[in-house]
DNA sequence: CCCTAAACGAGACGGTACGTCCGGTCTTAAT
DNA sequence: ATTAAGACCGGACGTACCGTCTCGTTTAGGG
């Protein structure tokens, strides 16, 4: 993903197409399962961007990396809304493990993840990126739970950690797949455990 | 953590006490939560050991952390016997998050498991490592099931990876600690799922 | 000789003041009679530049010292011009051997000229240097012989390697010093030679 | 030249057969004009021998080198007498000069004598080495004054020097060959120098 | 005739230097 | 003032070699 056509300079204000070229790089580099390399040189030849212009908006790697990532994620999980827990929390769960298991995803979120244990910035990105996530996951079972769907002392973050716990235990690991039955079966389980 | 006594060479045959102290040193370093940057160089140097005589025995540094770590693996954590599932859990889970919840443990587990993304030999023990830690928890689960504690069609692969996916995620990402009463929750819950 | 002072940074144009550094050390390191080791480390340290730094203007370490000596050269020899060619020779042998003699002189040529024999580039440095210093002394033969005060088929070349094979294989084997009397002896025989 | 016969013990005196096949390799990877590496594990692997084995005999690599290189000295260079000085001159160096041009012969004296800049044993055996040479040109020049063929005060040693100076100043900066022209061409000069 | 001392092949070991890679900082010249 | 370019310092990496050390084996020669 080779900067092609000239990007023109913008004098003294920030060059908001440098920027999103940098970001795309980002995610390029970071889906490649080859060994390409992802450091900030390839990053800023890639994007035809001088480093500079990388750590004057990033405070470091890590960061440029993170928010990479950050503006893909969603994209590819809508939030249902079926009108019951099970199935609500199934189809967030296939389509999160189908997003989760492509091999790109994987790649990113391996790198990412193992950034965001050594670069603070990162991990900082990081934790807002999950609470996101968690957000949104848990959001689906707080509708359940004001339609009445779940039981009185349902600990609906436990539930948030189990689903995500086993998200990227597997990714780090790799010991087993996202398979679509796995989001199925784990998707019955944590209903069932919210119903009590 | 220097060596202070000589160390007798060995001759022609594998070092043991180098080895040992090689080991010993990782283990430290991996454990420091301060940023004692964690080489080889400084590895060898505090074991008092050339580079070589590391890079001889083991292909990455990775590699020398993840045997490091995997020594120290499981010391913390008897396996109970209780008679019951739930209480099986519940003391395998308090011991685990107990131990996963040292400051130590932390920093070690977060360094390797970020290595293991880097580095394909470290990934490759990581795998061994916690195939060895599920072996475990599944085998407290599957005397249970022996004992008729279990539901027919209950996934215990799948609440292996709730318990440890839980753990990790909490590791990784610092979003919340591995508190006793979580244990307890998460013990309840899983035990309550086996169950049908 | 470490740098005491701030140096600038220049941007993207190569460093002078780096670069001066480096040749300084160097030519301070080889001339050293203690036994402080020659190393790109120890160069870039005393210099306060990173190693890389030196990488990516010399091919290798033997580049760095060749071309540090070659800085060096002809410092200590002016070409003389009495008006006849013995006293020329003579006044010239005894500057070279005068400089050649001094032991930080000896030190910095014997280490260079042994690194020309493993390290190609050096190797390709030293011929330069080695011609450019018979450049000069052969320009003193040639104006005696414009003033046809040398034989019809006297060799100046290999005038001239006798002149310099003396030099070196006295440093190199130091199984003689470099004694004014023998420079006078030399420049007496080379003249003979060259009258015919 | 690997060792494929079986080298028996010799039980508490000293292997020659082993000896022997050390310094033979070390001849052998001396003349080499690639760029097989000349070490000490690489010597003793191709004589089937243990590097202690080299070390209990010998106290540096230098040292096996250079007593390699004495024990192939002279067997090309046979001394002339020819009943003249210039006509024994000219046969010693046109030998002289055939032997030092061979490509494994030029190899084996670069290595040694940028080994004996470095390595003090080394650069002792490399003085005896010289010495000896020296000693047999000196020998044929005091024949020719004892036959009243020389100048009164002629200086042999000097000639001498000019002689092996021309020779190795050759050999190590290889600015030019060592023909058989410059061979007579200098024979005649010395001569010429001697006599007066 | 056995038993011990020395030499041997093998190769692990501590240490030092090499040349490469990359993160984050700095300066120039162009826009 | 911002950018592309890229040199710079620092520091870790993994490799190569030196010379030392120990093991287990083999043989010579003294008791």
Redesign the interface.
Known sequence: MTAETRRPHTGRRRNEAARQAILDVAVDLLGRTDDTPVTIDTIAAAAGVGKQTIYRWWPSKGAVLLEALAGRAGVDVPVPDTGTLEDDLEAFLRATFLAGGHPRTVSAL??T??????DPHA?EH??EF??GR?RVLRGLLERARDRGETAAGA?L??IV??A???????I?????DLSEA?AV??AG?LA??ARG
Do not use: F, K, P, S
């Open positions: 391996r790198y993840m193992a950034e965001a244990q050594r991990r990081m934790r999950i609470a968690r600990d973050d436990l950690d189990q995500y716990g086993v998200l990227w235990y597997r780090l690991t790799g010991h087993a796995d079966a784990l389980a069932g455990q």
